[in-house]
């Protein structure tokens, strides 16, 4: 099952405009990671947030952690076109045959309009 | 480009045949991960191989079965293949040892699968 679901599933705003994107998770978490994915393409990593750092930036990126709620959100500040994306939060599976690799929420597709 | 090297790019075969997804990870990457990506499953880990051993199983099915070699790239093998195999195959490597929680993975670019 899956462990982290994004929110909203799509989101469509004008090149400029700031993107935000939530992810709720089940169980408790060492860390948390965000993915791109361009269409058909592989993910690329963004960035990662441990279980003990409320916030984290990279560039336009901005990501919050909020363990008591299990949530976390990824902004992207005045975005542009080649933000258009589906972006992932994944969290490590804690238990069973799986543990230690990544679960993967369904994503959110970002379209930024030019 | 991540570094992560996958073969074919595209691949369609028939119900009831056996294909073979190839990877090569990135220079000096001990980890191997396969995923799968339907629309109706989102990505789901299916093995990783750590320095030619399995080393964690997620939903990989009996039919499916995966080995990393001595030069440490990785092969998955989709037998008995159904409809429902459809689906893009990505590969992942990182340097990681064992179960670490912290690596970051690398994708490669992915093998679309079409079974008809």
């Known amino acids: 099952s899956q462990q982290g679901e994004e929110d909203p599933q799509a989101l469509s705003i004008q090149e400029g405009e700031n993107a935000t994107m939530n992810c709720s998770y089940k169980t408790s978490i060492n860390n948390l990671q965000w993915y791109r994915q361009n269409s058909g393409r592989g993910l690329v990593h963004l960035i990662l947030i441990r279980s003990n750092e409320r916030e984290k930036h990279s560039g336009r990126l901005r990501v919050t952690l909020d363990t008591s709620k299990k949530s976390s959100s990824l902004l992207i500040t005045a975005s542009r076109a080649a933000d258009t994306a589906s972006y992932f939060c994944a969290t490590v599976a804690q238990f069973g045959g799986s543990q230690g690799n990544l679960i993967f929420g369904k994503g959110t597709k970002l379209s930024v309009k030019p | 480009d991540s570094g992560v090297t996958q073969t074919p790019k595209h691949l369609i075969t028939a119900t009831g045949q056996r294909v073979t997804l190839r990877c090569s990870p990135r220079s000096g990457d001990l980890s191997v991960y396969w995923y799968q990506q339907s629309l109706d499953q989102g990505l789901q880990f299916l093995i990783q191989?750590?320095?030619?051993?399995?080393?964690a199983k997620g939903n990989i099915l009996e039919r499916f079965s995966a080995q990393q070699f001595p030069d440490l790239h990785s092969e998955l093998n989709l037998s008995s293949l159904e409809l429902g195999d459809s689906a893009l195959y990505f590969c992942?490597?990182?340097?990681?040892?064992?179960?670490?929680?912290?690596?970051?993975?690398?994708f490669g670019p992915g093998t679309r699968l079409t079974v008809l």
């Open positions: 191989y750590y320095n030619g051993e399995e080393r």
């Open positions: 992942a490597s990182s340097v990681g040892r064992w179960k670490s929680s912290y690596n970051e993975q690398f």
